[in-house]
């Protein structure tokens, strides 16, 4: 892990630099928008724009995901990083970068912004024609995703109505801060009193969720909803990854009846086991985090069953 400063790379651990020990995560820092409007920068256009990501970082992924729903497979191109962060951060590698050559992803926040400071993340969504960084937060490219390119796909399907939008939201926050968040806040607090905070409260939430999915089939209303896809790409890779490396230990999520057979009906919603890799995923956590597993040893272990039969065509 490192950033840039005063525009070179430093290979630096800096989320934790706090003297409770807690992981801090820093903000995305581009947050511009894709928009048909008048005046708009970025129009949506076919081929104009690109995405970087790493397959196995959850943010990245829910960019792969609605990349895959909303048909913009043909629309928007894609590069994969390689699976360790050595360090100089995420490196192209043998999968290249088939836009500049670049080596490394903190290259391309440089040449978006020379002054640039701080963290190096991924997803990267790239603007070919003016040659920058429109968006680096997955939320926001997520929601672009969603609805800015509907008249160049035809596919109007919403997975952030705007009736539902409230309750999406409430639900998004407590995920967002206990679980997608709070699995790295207990893997990457350096005192104890963080980790027990951050793996208290990841369970109380994955106990609200087996609750909830004990009623209802989705985590908002009848249907998938942004929500939903959300909080999978953190629970895809728990077992692999979170329950060991992270010691989020007290229980994996094929030990909870409602949340496993939810995270299986995901899976085999058609194109999402495409953008799922969880041998690439075991290979970044347990080599890159050298802070956490100096040995760089990955463990075999096992996988689960996503492919199996659940139990999500009763009646709720």
């Given at each position: ?8 790379w ?29 005046g ?32 913009l ?26 836009l ?15 002054s640039?400071?701080g ?12 040659q ?30 705007h ?95 409602h949340i ?57």
């Amino acid at each position: 892990m490192g950033l840039i400063v005063n525009g070179k790379w430093v290979d630096q651990w800096y989320d934790t630099d706090n003297s409770e020990g807690r992981f801090v995560r820093q903000d995305s820092r581009f947050r511009d928008q894709i928009s048909s409007q008048k005046g708009s920068k970025f129009q949506p256009e076919a081929g104009r724009y690109h995405l970087y990501v790493s397959l196995a970082c959850p943010w990245a992924h829910r960019t792969l995901i609605f990349r895959k729903l909303k048909q913009l497979e043909d629309v928007i191109t894609v590069s994969v990083v390689e699976a360790k962060m050595m360090e100089n951060g995420w490196e192209f590698g043998e999968f290249g970068d088939p836009l500049y050559h670049l080596d490394y992803a903190y290259q391309l926040y440089l040449k978006a912004d020379p002054s640039y400071q701080g963290r190096v993340t991924v997803p990267i969504l790239w603007d070919k024609k003016t040659q920058t960084i429109v968006n680096n937060e997955s939320i926001e490219i997520i929601r672009m995703f969603n609805s800015a390119f509907n008249e160049l796909t035809g596919n109007s399907n919403d997975y952030f109505p705007h009736e539902q939008r409230e309750e999406i939201e409430t639900v998004n926050a407590r995920i967002y801060d206990t679980i997608n968040n709070g699995v790295y806040k207990a893997g990457f607090a350096t005192t104890q009193a963080a980790y027990n905070d951050s793996y208290n409260a990841l369970f109380d939430s994955l106990d609200w969720l087996e609750d909830r999915l004990s009623k209802q089939r989705y985590l908002v209303g009848n249907k998938i909803t942004e929500a939903d896809w959300r909080l999978f790409t953190t629970l895809i890779r728990f077992d692999a990854v979170y329950h060991g490396h992270f010691k989020c230990n007290r229980k994996k999520i094929s030990e909870f009846h409602h949340i496993s057979n939810y995270v299986m009906e995901l899976y085999q919603v058609a194109g999402i086991k495409e953008t799922v890799d969880l041998e690439y995923t075991r290979i970044h956590y347990y080599a890159s985090h050298i802070t956490i597993n100096p040995t760089r040893i990955v463990p075999l272990g096992t996988t689960n069953n996503f492919d199996a039969q659940h139990d999500r065509d009763r009646q709720y």
